[in-house]
Each structure stands twice: as C-alpha cells, then as structure tokens.
C-alpha cells in the first residue's frame, strides 16, 4: 500500500458515497483516463492499438464480469471465455443478417443471447458449488467452442471457419481507423466499470457481499 486514508474526513454523507473516496485514488484514476484518452490516441503506432490495446479493452469487459462473479460471488468459473463467444457470435449474426439495426441495439441483443445461454447452462447446476460447479462451467466451455468450429451458420458458412465483422457504424457515423476503434471500445470499458463499481459498493452488494449458492428445490 503506497498511501493511506489517514487524514481524509468525510464531513457528508457525498462525500462518504463517492465513488473513489480517497483523494489519491480520484488523482490516479483522473491520470489514468486523461492518458487513455488524450496521450494514447497522438503517440501509439497503429499495431499497438490493433495487436494490443483494443484486444486489452476488449478481454477487460470479460474481466469486469469474471470479476464479480468470482471475485465478488466467490463462485469458481471456467466458462467465462465460452459465453464471451456466444455474445460475440451473436453480435456478428445480428449486425450481417439485420444490416439496418443500430449497433447499440445489436449489442444489448447480443448480451441478452449470453445471457440466456448462460442460465441455460447454470440451471442444472443449482444443486451444485465450488469444483462442480467450475467442471459444468469447463464443459460449458467445451461444448460452445466445438459448436463454434462445427455449425456453418454462426460463422456465415466461411470457409475458412473465420469471420470479418461489418463496419462499426453508430448513429450514421463509421469508426473506421484504429484510433476511432480504440476510443470507441474505452468508452464502453469505463461505462461497464463504472456500472461494476456502482454495483459492489450499492445496498444490495455493498462491502463484505457474497451471492448465495442456491440449490433447487430449497432444504
């Protein structure tokens, strides 16, 4: 720990519910952003923003949600990068076979595709915790990239098993060179981190909270 809260009263209840309490931590992440979104942009190559940056973004939204689930619930998964693909794959569907639907929308579609994948998968799982449950996620994982590999339909029936998303265009405007992408996929991490944050420190998961582990039908 390079710094202490020692010193810093909270004379209101604001100033006890911000975000970043601590002065250091508000100067650090005010730093932080301003490099992302000011220095990054004018000095970084365009291979670091394709090779690295906008894949670093990218893995970092999983990791916000990997980050609750394991972090914050204390739930052991191994399925994380397997619904990651589901809403992937759906965006990809979505955004080729509806061409005139807003990318936002095709994003909150694609999320609700995880999602539903994702209970699917966790309901026969109820009954179960810790290393079992990591096995069903495992097989989760499994199962979802032999289905990638093998079904045509999700790739577009590309020979080569790959794909090539469509233009990111939102609102009429296209986000065409690799800054433009860069700044685009940042923009979405700070909204979802700041979502995350909100929702470990609110009245439902506040400090110290754990998710339950359910099991069906209740003892």
Same mark, same amino acid.
């Given at each position: 720990?390079?710094?202490?809260?020692?010193?810093?009263?909270?004379?209101?209840?604001?100033?006890? @519910?911000?975000?970043?309490?601590?002065?250091?931590?508000?100067?650090?992440?005010?730093?932080?952003?301003?490099?992302?979104?000011?220095?990054?942009?004018?000095?970084?190559?365009?291979?670091?923003?394709? $090779?690295?940056?906008?894949?670093?973004?990218?893995?970092?939204?999983?990791?916000?949600?990997?980050?609750?689930?394991?972090?914050?619930?204390?739930?052991?998964?191994?399925? !994380?990068?397997?619904?990651?693909?589901?809403?992937?794959? *759906?965006?990809?569907?979505?955004?080729?076979?509806?061409?005139?639907?807003?990318?936002?929308?095709?994003?909150?579609?694609?999320?609700?595709?995880?999602?539903?994948?994702?209970?699917?998968?966790?309901?026969?799982?109820?009954?179960?915790?810790?290393?079992?449950?990591?096995?069903? #996620?495992?097989?989760?994982?499994?199962?979802?990239?032999? $289905?990638?590999?093998?079904i045509g339909w999700f #790739?577009?029936?590309?020979?080569?098993?790959?794909?090539? $998303?469509?233009?990111?265009?939102?609102?009429?405007?296209?986000?065409? @060179?690799?800054?433009?992408?860069?700044?685009?996929?940042?923009?979405?991490?700070?909204?979802?981190?700041?979502?995350?944050?909100?929702? !470990?420190?609110?009245?439902?998961?506040?400090?110290?909270?754990?998710? *339950? !582990?359910? !099991?069906?039908?209740?003892?």
């Open positions: 720990m390079l710094y202490r809260e020692n010193g810093q009263f909270k004379i209101s209840y604001r100033s006890d @519910s911000q975000i970043f309490p601590i002065l250091q931590d508000r100067i650090a992440i005010g730093l932080l952003l301003a490099f992302a979104l000011v220095v990054v942009p004018f000095v970084a190559p365009e291979y670091l923003f394709r $090779a690295v940056l906008i894949p670093f973004l990218i893995l970092s939204l999983a990791a916000l949600g990997l980050n609750i689930l394991v972090g914050y619930c204390g739930q052991i998964s191994l399925g !994380t990068g397997a619904f990651m693909a589901v809403g992937a794959y *759906a965006a990809y569907n979505l955004a080729i076979r509806l061409p005139d639907l807003n990318l936002l929308v095709v994003f909150l579609l694609a999320g609700a595709a995880a999602t539903v994948v994702g209970v699917l998968f966790g309901l026969p799982s109820l009954r179960i915790k810790g290393f079992y449950l990591a096995v069903a #996620t495992l097989a989760a994982q499994f199962f979802l990239d032999w $289905a990638f590999a093998r #790739t577009n029936y590309a020979p080569s098993g790959s794909v090539t $998303a469509p233009a990111i265009t939102v609102f009429g405007y296209t986000f065409d @060179s690799p800054v433009e992408k860069y700044l685009f996929v940042l923009a979405f991490v700070c909204v979802f981190a700041l979502v995350a944050r909100n929702l !470990t420190r609110g009245a439902i998961a506040g400090p110290g909270w754990r998710c *339950a !582990t359910w !099991t069906w039908p209740p003892r």
